[in-house]
């Protein structure tokens, strides 16, 4: 089953515009992880983020957590046509453990 | 560091055979986990080994089966494939030593197909 869902399924923006995506989650978590994925092949680590962080950023991606929200958003600003593909939110670390369970993604489009 | 490598990555294979697909994680990882990816269920959790013990387990049949070998490569099994199990099965590695907070690095997957 899903832990997470993600807002919304599809999202097609302009080249150069900012892309926001919102994670979803139903129990306590650890970390929250984001992942893209290009055509159905493997995943590729984007960022981390604590429980007890509130916000992360790594180049042109920030990302917030509220955890009494049980919500996560990835926003990737000024947009490349190499951004095109699937964003995954995963929660783990649940008792300790590797498990990560995953959203239902997030697939966006940039338009050249 | 060379990344997580799976082989092989394409597989057809027909109802009742058996499968074993392969992961190498990234030198000095000992945690390999595995995951199933289907367009119907997502991305889910089949297993986690590290150090040659399994240590989680997800909500597969007992078809599903895995090992991990003393240099932390990892292998599953899946036994008499149903036309179900046709998805990309995708490995991860991490040093696993972290208590659950450390980055999970992904290999390419293997797409199985079954007919």
């Known amino acids: 089953s899903q832990q997470g869902e993600e807002d919304p399924q599809a999202l097609s923006i302009q080249e150069g515009e900012n892309a926001t995506m919102n994670c979803s989650y139903k129990?306590?978590?650890?970390?929250l992880q984001w992942y893209r994925q290009n055509s159905g092949r493997g995943l590729v680590h984007l960022i981390l983020i604590r429980s007890n962080e509130r916000e992360k950023h790594s180049g042109r991606l920030r990302v917030t957590l509220d955890t009494s929200k049980k919500s996560s958003s990835l926003l990737i600003t000024a947009s490349r046509a190499a951004d095109t593909a699937s964003y995954f939110c995963?929660?783990?670390?649940?008792?300790?453990?590797?498990?990560?369970?995953f959203g239902t993604g997030t697939r966006l489009t940039i338009i050249p | 560091k060379a990344g997580v490598t799976q082989t092989p990555r394409y597989l057809i294979k027909t109802r009742g055979q058996q499968v074993t697909l392969s992961c190498s994680p990234i030198?000095?990882?000992?945690?390999v986990s595995w995951y199933q990816q289907t367009p119907g269920q997502g991305l889910q959790f089949l297993f986690e080994?590290?150090?040659?013990?399994?240590?989680n387990k997800g909500n597969f049949p007992g078809r599903f089966s895995g090992r991990q070998f003393s240099n932390s490569r990892s292998e599953m099994n899946v036994s008499t494939l149903e036309l179900g199990d046709s998805a990309l099965y995708l490995c991860?590695?991490?040093?696993?030593?972290?208590?659950?907070?450390?980055?999970?690095?992904f290999g390419p997957g293997t797409r199985l197909l079954v007919l």
């Open positions: 080994y590290f150090s040659e013990t399994q240590r």
């Open positions: 991860a590695s991490s040093y696993g030593t972290s208590g659950g907070v450390e980055t999970q690095y």
């Open positions: 030198s000095g990882h000992r945690s």
């Open positions: 995963a929660t783990g670390g649940l008792r300790g453990n590797e498990k990560l369970t």
């Open positions: 129990t306590s978590i650890n970390n």
